[in-house]
């Protein structure tokens, strides 16, 4: 058997990293713990349930400080770093003291479980639980705390703790928390009550008949609260693995996956500029086996967008807002010029795939300065991001103003690509004036604008006009343009379009570019949104509805709808006829079916003398 005490090490486990080597883990005790239960069935998803208290402690103005020590620059953010390690350790080393285990940081709150037993019974864990976020809230309000105005509202519950794994495929698998225990004490009332610790009634009427003379409870507009309790300090106990464990760093995030030693912690402190994209899902616990198959698939399809469009997922868990999905762009392995389109590519994705399993979340993707990097104390080190455009990002998605919606810094990023459209100024905590949001539209890559004339070019210009003379009579032509970049390709090819519409010629553009390369189709995605006059952000079910009204009534079409998902702005549930459709067979059915919805769509747009 393994053990770590104190976050210490104690045996080697198989694996390309020493997880447990940066004084402290990486992955949470409970995490681990189930994965050495389960090390036989590791290649596939599960659940586990266990009886648990669980501490949420939520630190009210971390979210602000952060922001404003990080727009310091860097002093500011090396600040943060110590401020944040401070705080967290402190809390880390309360909750190890008194027998928990931190299972993530979330945002700007702290979560924390005391698993129960026949030796650790419900009542003594709660009694551990409610001690230690005393001692959090005494710990954090004494004298010469560099949190400064930092407070602490706590909440205390029992119930079952859901520790989901996700088997990962290509992109790793991952551990998640859930449960309705983590449902009903991150939705506890918010109330500020920075001395005394909320009890959740249920957990309240169970412990006091046996801790009642040790508890000094108070009532309060939130509920009631202990403001003190006369529990022992807990035996602290050792965690103590079963079995063997291969393969641990895949469950890390990638930044975290090639750390040398434990030395490299402070060197993972980053201050960067960074896009930042925030989903928000509603609850929905997952609780049962019966689950486990739509979970597994929706959770590696979010992945797999995130990855897909070279982000870096830095958290997937639950919070008071939901289901949260944190990324960035930007980081130090995953670094672009145009992040901010990839990050919104992303945020499209997301929304898409999400609707294909009847969830609809709230995404923003931000723009600005964050620090990233490890976070934490003895019991668990998390890889986060922290910094303003965080904040505005969580701000703008828990506002709902849109299924997607982004910052002024994000619209000047991408508004070559895309056209966005202002949608309100919100009042964001930690801003003096409103935050400008704005909704990305219809994906269009603008030109450069050219002010008068196109000069010279006379022999490819005379060319071009009796390609058109060739088109008018019905010909088909296709016409390639190369030269070295700067020399007016661009250019010309307007000039082109524009004498085809003044001759009448009916004229379709799309854009392609390295960033869409790898995904087949998707040029065409802009002619047929356009075509069918649907927004860009239409939802599937609007997008069956315009396309069947196109196809008429082939009914043969209708079954092949789905294969249609690649030109359209959401992308079609496969049905049983063409789940079926694989490989060659699929590629083929689709390119008939595009070429099909795309003669009926021309066939209605009759050019120069009826010519379409």
């Known amino acids: 058997k393994l053990s770590r005490e104190s976050g210490r090490s104690h045996g080697n486990l198989p694996m390309a990293l020493p997880v447990n080597e940066v004084d402290g883990g990486l992955i949470s005790d409970l995490a681990l713990q189930s994965l050495s239960r389960n090390a036989h069935r590791l290649s596939e998803s599960y659940v586990e349930t266990l009886k648990s208290v669980v501490l949420l402690a939520d630190l009210a103005g971390f979210s602000q400080l952060g922001a404003q020590l990080v727009a310091q620059s860097e002093r500011g953010a090396e600040q943060l770093h110590h401020v944040v390690n401070g705080v967290l350790g402190q809390a880390s080393d309360c909750i190890s003291a008194r027998g928990g285990r931190v299972l993530y940081y979330a945002g700007d709150s702290i979560m924390a479980a005391w698993p129960i037993s026949d030796e650790r019974p419900l009542a003594e864990q709660a009694g551990q639980a409610i001690a230690c976020g005393l001692e959090i809230q005494s710990a954090l309000a004494g004298e010469g705390q560099p949190s400064g105005k930092l407070t602490i509202r706590a909440a205390v519950a029992a119930g079952d703790i859901s520790v989901m794994h996700i088997a990962g495929g290509a992109y790793g698998p991952r551990i998640l928390f ?310 007016g390709k661009s250019r010309l090819a307007k000039w082109y379009e524009e004498r085809l519409a003044a001759r009448g010629i009916h004229c379709l553009r799309m854009n392609a570019d390295a960033l869409r390369q790898s995904i087949a189709f998707t040029p065409w995605k802009q002619v047929f949104t356009r075509l069918l006059g649907l927004p860009w952000d239409a939802s599937a079910e609007r997008c069956q509805m315009v396309v069947k009204d196109c196809l008429g009534d082939d009914s043969a079409a209708h079954h092949l709808l789905p294969l249609l998902g690649p030109v359209l702005p959401s992308a079609i549930a496969d049905n049983s006829f063409t789940a079926a459709l694989v490989g060659a067979g699929r590629a083929e059915s689709t390119r008939t079916m595009i070429l099909n919805l795309l003669t009926r769509l021309l066939g209605s747009r009759p050019g120069q003398d009826g010519m379409p």
């Not at 995130?306 to 997922?313: A, L, P, Q, T, W």
């Not at 104390?377 to 890889?383: A, K, P, V, W």
């Not at 965080?390 to 103003?401: D, E, K």
């Not at 539209?441 to 450069?448: N, Q, S, Y």
């Open 178 to 487: 859930d449960g309705d225990v983590l449902k009903n004490i991150t939705q506890a009332p918010s109330a500020r009550h920075d001395r005394g610790i909320l009890v959740l009634p249920a957990l309240l009427a169970d412990i006091v008949p046996v801790l009642g003379g040790k508890l000094t409870l108070q009532a309060s507009q939130v509920g009631t609260l202990v403001t003190a309790i006369d529990s022992p300090m807990a035996t602290r106990q050792a965690v103590v693995l079963e079995n063997p464990v291969d393969g641990l760093t895949a469950y890390l995030p990638s930044a975290l996956r090639t750390l040398p030693t434990s030395r490299a912690r402070a060197w993972l402190a980053e201050f960067r500029s960074a896009n930042v994209l925030f989903a928000c899902f509603p609850w929905d616990s997952v609780v049962a086996e019966k689950d486990l198959v739509s979970t597994t698939s929706f959770t590696n399809a979010i992945i797999a967008e995130i990855d897909r469009n070279g982000g870096e997922v830095i958290q997937f868990c639950k919070d008071d807002k939901g289901l949260v999905l944190l990324a960035g762009w930007g980081l130090a392995a995953s670094s672009y010029e145009n992040g901010a389109e990839r990050a919104l590519y992303a945020a499209q994705g997301v929304l898409e795939q999400s609707s294909l399993w009847g969830r609809h979340p709230s995404i923003a993707v931000t723009t600005g300065k964050v620090l990233v990097g490890l976070i934490g104390g003895s019991s668990l080190y998390q890889h986060v991001m922290v910094g303003d455009p965080v904040n505005r990002a969580t701000a703008i998605a828990v506002q709902q103003v849109g299924p997607v919606a982004i910052d002024e810094e994000t619209r000047q990023s991408v508004g070559r690509r895309f056209v966005c459209t202002h949608i309100d100024n919100l009042v964001i905590k930690g801003h003096a004036t409103p935050v400008a949001v704005y909704r990305p539209g219809r994906e269009e890559l603008t030109d450069a604008q050219h002010m008068g004339a196109l000069i010279a070019r006379a022999s490819e210009r005379d060319r071009l006009e009796r390609i058109m003379t060739r088109i008018e009579t019905g010909e088909a032509v296709s016409v390639h343009l190369f030269g070295d970049a700067g020399l």
